[in-house]
């Protein structure tokens, strides 16, 4: 067992210090020691991995790292979170650094290998970067494709448009959408692009339309959906919309299975309105299904907490700093399902089970001064213990989960302005 203090933290979970965890899985990628300890209320603390800067910025490096002790004694300064009975460990991981004015990140495993892959926005000419995870330290040597916009990418998404088995990327311009072509070989080429006529703030993919492609969904000052109903794979076009009032600069969205009446729907924020809103597609037509206040909700996903088939929404709050778990009840009404209390400023938020213990987590990307990756873990009763911090090298502006080495283990992506940071399952030899 080399999670050996994992009794100092309670029956089921444990937070320890490097010394009790790193160093012995192979070729962990262990990070220097940083800065002084976080602000977190765990044992995590802070780490700044040393970074260097390719000489192209299309082509940026990943930053260095430093090998942890490998005699037992460990490192000091290292964030390393070992919880459930297996001690499994997350650990930060190495620091990509691409100095393009990220926006956004997604993720999937791009090239059909055994790790999943992040594509990550970007507000400057080289505006779409695909990075591939590897076993040890993954995603080294994001490769950058231009658009043709000369826009900023503000958000990101992934889905297998034509149907080829091969994942294909999104990304939406302040005005417009490109639709990359994924290859088997995880390259990727314009194949299509697609005028939105109004403002784009968020981006999501649905199956809004059976036996048809994936459809597109954005939000902005209207809520589109965009399908390739009888035309080509890659020609899409708005099949409906819907004005959402007042040109908000402050909305987002979520696609989940959240209305019994209706699958998928859309669950929006309104930060300008204070407002949460879910949308189902009637005939041809979005029509708002439910609507709930809540304080500045600032970011919104979909999951099934409790197993029983619809998901909830789970919606980060500006104003408390909470997270609150939502359940429609019978007359499409929302309901409290559980909280979180973050007491962080929060800009991203994902929810995945990340100790692999049948309960869902919630995953937060923060801003300040650095950001951080914090995660709360959830129970079979809707209750969160947290937060465990994991700090990044900057505010992060968005986030995904996926398993980017490749041991079955999700790990997290945390994007901010000039960089990715990793938070990596560590390799676990336990039995
Ligand atoms: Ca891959
Ligand atoms: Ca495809
Ligand atoms: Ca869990
Ligand atoms: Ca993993």
Not at 146 to 151: L, N, V
Request: proline share 6%; hydrophobic share 40%.
């Amino acid at each position: 067992m080399w999670c050996a203090r994992r009794e100092f933290c309670g029956a089921w979970l444990c937070a320890v210090a490097t010394a009790a965890c790193a160093g012995e899985p192979p070729g962990l990628p262990s990070v220097s020691s940083g800065s002084e300890g976080s602000s977190g209320t765990t044992v995590a603390s802070s780490t700044s991995a040393e970074t260097t800067v390719g000489p192209d910025p299309d082509t940026a490096t990943t930053g260095s790292t430093s090998a942890g002790s490998d005699d037992g004694t460990g490192t000091t300064g290292e964030t390393v979170l070992c919880e459930g009975p297996l001690g499994l460990c997350h650990a930060l991981g190495s620091v990509v650094v691409l100095p393009e004015d990220l926006t956004s990140i997604a993720h999937g495993n791009f090239d059909g290998d055994e790790y999943e892959d992040v594509v990550v926005g970007a507000g400057s000419r080289t505006q779409v970067h695909v990075a591939f995870g590897t076993a040890f330290n993954p995603l080294q040597a994001p490769q950058g494709y231009s658009t043709q916009f000369d826009t900023d990418v503000v958000d990101v998404a992934v889905a297998d448009l034509d149907g080829d088995g091969v994942l294909d990327i999104v990304a939406a311009h302040p005005l417009d959408l490109t639709l990359l072509r994924g290859a088997p070989d995880g390259t990727f080429s314009i194949a299509g692009q697609v005028g939105v006529g109004s403002s784009v703030l968020d981006l999501a993919i649905g199956d809004f339309f059976p036996d048809q492609s994936p459809t597109i969904v954005t939000v902005g000052a209207q809520l589109r959906l965009f399908t390739s109903l009888g035309r080509g794979p890659f020609e899409y076009f708005v099949a409906t919309s819907a004005p959402l009032g007042s040109n908000s600069a402050q909305r987002s969205l979520t696609v989940g299975n959240l209305d019994p009446s209706a699958t998928p729907a859309i669950g929006l924020t309104h930060r300008d309105a204070s407002l949460v809103s879910t949308h189902v597609l009637e005939r041809i037509d979005v029509v708002q299904a439910s609507s709930l206040s809540l304080g500045l909700p600032v970011a919104i996903t979909a999951a099934d907490f409790d197993g029983a088939g619809l998901d909830e929404l789970v919606v980060a709050s500006g104003s408390g700093d909470a997270v609150i778990v939502h359940q429609l009840g019978p007359n499409g009404d929302f309901a409290e399902l559980a909280r979180a209390e973050p007491a962080y400023d929060v800009t991203a938020l994902e929810v995945v089970d990340f100790n692999i213990d049948g309960n869902l987590d919630i995953l937060f990307g923060t801003d300040g001064d650095p950001g951080a990756i914090v995660v709360f873990l959830g129970d079979a009763g809707f209750s969160f213990i947290g937060p465990f911090e994991f700090l990044a090298n900057e505010a992060l502006v968005d986030l995904t989960v996926g398993d980017f080495n490749g041991d079955g283990i999700p790990d997290a992506a945390g994007v901010g302005m000039s960089s990715i940071t990793l938070v990596l399952s560590t390799p676990t030899n336990a039995g």
